[in-house]
């Protein structure tokens, strides 16, 4: 019968031992670092245990009890940014470097956010004026029914065939729409729409493709003239948006449609 025997290791260190013998370790090497390294006359190795410092390897060990370096690189970005837009209550120990604003408050000099929220408002504000006095100066002149008379026949056959696609495209998007309102866009007269060539051929099946109202072609057809009329002006614009600005501006041809 084998008896093994267990051997006596000698007795570790505690966690906390080796904790300071660590920090202890890279303290000084930090300080050979600053010192012959970078040439700093002096380094204040005692500012290391303020709270602010413990503070910060409390977060850094916040999440991950036991870092790596690179999680320490990444924690030690998002922790400067959070400290920098919102100070700390109930701290005891001050904040070391204030911008020098007198005309500012203290409690804004303080709060990061407070300063970008400001800058903010103000190009906002002042991109409203642009674009204010750009849409002014933009005039969208109205399309009369005998502009629409005479456009292109052939184009128009085409563009009818676009409307019902962009209305296949709604309708699939899951976009919240009113039945209703939807209804009212699709052709309901006696057989096709006689400018649903295109349509009719591109059907494998009767009916599987949308066909648009009168009412909403013509709206369309207004579209496409008003934009070939601005297309040019439309290309020197800074600062509106010109989808936007275009839809706002064919409102009008909507009105008694419906």
């Known amino acids: 019968m084998k008896v093994s025997v267990r051997e006596q290791k000698p007795p570790g260190r505690k966690p906390v031992q ?3 013998m660590m920090a202890c370790g890279a303290l000084l090497e930090v300080q050979e670092f600053l010192l012959e390294g970078l040439q700093f006359l002096f380094v204040l190795l005692g500012l290391v245990t303020q709270d602010c410092i413990e503070n910060l390897n409390s977060l850094l060990r916040y999440l991950q009890p036991t870092p790596y370096a690179l999680h320490i690189k990444q924690n030690l970005k998002v922790i400067t940014l959070t400290q920098m837009c919102l100070t700390a209550k109930n701290t005891n120990y001050n904040i070391d470097e204030v911008v020098d604003d007198n005309s500012a408050p203290p409690e804004e000099k303080l709060d990061f956010l407070a300063y970008t929220r400001k800058v903010a408002a103000a190009k906002k504000a ?16 109205e399309v009369t029914d005998f502009e629409v008379d005479i456009f292109d026949p052939y184009q128009k056959y085409r563009l009818y065939d676009i409307a019902g696609s962009v209305l296949h495209s709604l309708k699939s998007m899951n976009i919240t729409t009113c039945d209703g309102c939807f ?3 699709l052709w309901r007269g006696p057989g096709s729409h006689r400018f649903a060539t295109i349509v009719s051929l591109r059907e494998y099946k009767k009916g599987c493709l949308y066909s648009v109202s009168d009412e909403c072609f013509l709206v369309i057809v207004k579209a496409k003239i008003t934009f070939r009329k601005t297309r040019d002006e439309l290309k020197s614009v800074k600062h509106i948006n010109a989808v936007k600005f275009l839809v706002e501006k064919l409102q009008y041809a909507w009105e008694g449609t419906f």
Do not use: W
């Open 18 to 20: 080796l904790g300071m």
């Open 126 to 141: 002042e991109k409203d004026v642009e674009v204010l006095m750009e849409s002014a100066a933009f005039h969208v002149p």
């Open 183 to 185: 209804e009212a866009l």
